[in-house]
Every structure is written in C-alpha cells, then in structure tokens.
C-alpha cells in the first residue's frame, strides 16, 4: 500500500479530480510520488504483487492523543493554529491573486480518521484484486481564506494575516473525485465539515502546546 498525493495531478485541466485524469506534477514531492507509483506498476507486472495506491487530498484533523506535528511545519492548518496558540504572530497566504473568488488556493481537506479507515478497506479490497488506485478526499474544496475564518470560528481568536507572493508550483485548485474510493471501497467519510475538522485539530494543539 502506497501513500501517494494530488501532487501528482500537477493543475488540473478539470474539478473535481478523477482518478484517469493527465498526471502532470509541477512540483518536486509530486513528481517523487508519480515515479514510485510507476515503479510499484512495473513490480506488479514482473513480480505479481498486489498493489494498492491511495491519493491523498490534504489530511488534517486529529484523534483524542494523536495529532499532526512536524518540524518544521509546513501544513496549512497547523500552521494556522500556531497563530491562535501564540506560537506566531501571524500565517502566512502565498498569492491572493488566483481566478477563485477570494484569490486564495482550493484544498480538499479529508480527515485523518477517514483517512485511516479508508486504509483498512484498501488492504481488505487488496486480497481479492491484484491493483488498487483512489483519491482520497472529500470532494468539497476550501480556499485558504476560508480555512482561515474556519479556524477564527473554533478557536475565538482573531488570526492576523499577512499576504505574501506565490509560491512556485502551488496549483489553483485541488479537489478530488472520490467516486471510485466509495464504490470500490465501500468508503465514505464520516467527518466532512470542515469546522470538524479544525475543532479536533485545534483540540489536539492545545494538549501538544500545554505539555511542552
């Protein structure tokens, strides 16, 4: 089982996002995910393994005693809730100039949860077939602003923004069609609303803030 990415779509010529659609990564991590998927293809052929890849969307949200932490950060809501904690001053927009209505980027947020238990039906799905290829995502997509006013509303604190230029290789709008995940997975997921999302991960950051 291979966790791969939305990367590999690169900017997509069309929303949401199917499984067949043109792989064209405009990133490194992207490209990354799209040769292993292609080395995972040929092992299937030569070897005859079963092989299972999952697209994921942008996971966030967090379970009572486990959440998302990196070092350094780089995941948008995290980084959000930093500002509402008073680990910094403000976040970050890179580019409010996209053709979207408030000019900021469109992310598919999926909760780590549903995330989790479309593993399980992955690798069950597995023993009866040789391959295996979804996305993984809600299918409704969010601009970076309104993640942000999401985390105003769950956290009460006000999250100074700074706009700052785009960053080389973010495509507008990424959301998936996570169609074929529920038919052949039998998968549907059971924390889509964004507030929910945010209120377990803001949950979780404050335990991670108050115990260092």
């Known amino acids: 089982m291979f966790s791969s990415t ?7 010529e069309a929303v949401p996002i199917v499984e067949t659609a043109r792989l064209a990564p405009t990133n490194a991590y992207g490209e990354s995910k799209l040769l292993v998927e292609q080395m995972l293809r040929w092992f299937r052929q030569v070897h005859g393994f079963h092989t299972g890849v999952l697209r ?8 009572p005693g486990r959440g998302e932490e990196h070092e350094p950060e780089s995941h948008l809501i995290p980084l959000i809730l930093d500002v509402a904690i008073g680990k910094r001053e403000f976040i970050s ?16 947020y ?17 023993r009866e077939q040789a391959e295996l290829l979804v996305n ?11 993640v942000i006013d999401s985390a105003r509303r769950v956290t009460g604190h006000p999250i100074p923004v700074v ?18 995940a529920k038919h052949q997975l039998s998968w549907e997921p059971r924390f889509p609303a964004l507030d929910d999302i945010l209120v377990s991960a803001w949950e979780w950051h404050q ?4 115990a260092k």
């Open 163 to 180: 706009v700052k230029p785009r960053r080389a290789g973010d495509p507008a709008r990424l959301v998936a069609s996570s169609e074929r």
């Open 93 to 108: 927009i890179y580019g409010e100039d996209y053709d979207i209505p408030d000019g900021t980027c469109i992310r598919d």
């Open 56 to 63: 994921y969307f942008n996971v966030a949200g967090a379970l």
């Open 207 to 210: 335990l991670r803030f108050a």
């Open 6 to 12: 939305a990367a590999v779509y690169g900017e997509p």
């Open 110 to 126: 999926i909760h780590v949860a549903d995330l989790a238990d479309a593993h399980i039906f992955a690798l069950e799905a597995l």
């Open 136 to 146: 993984l995502g809600n299918g409704c997509g969010f601009s970076v602003r309104q």
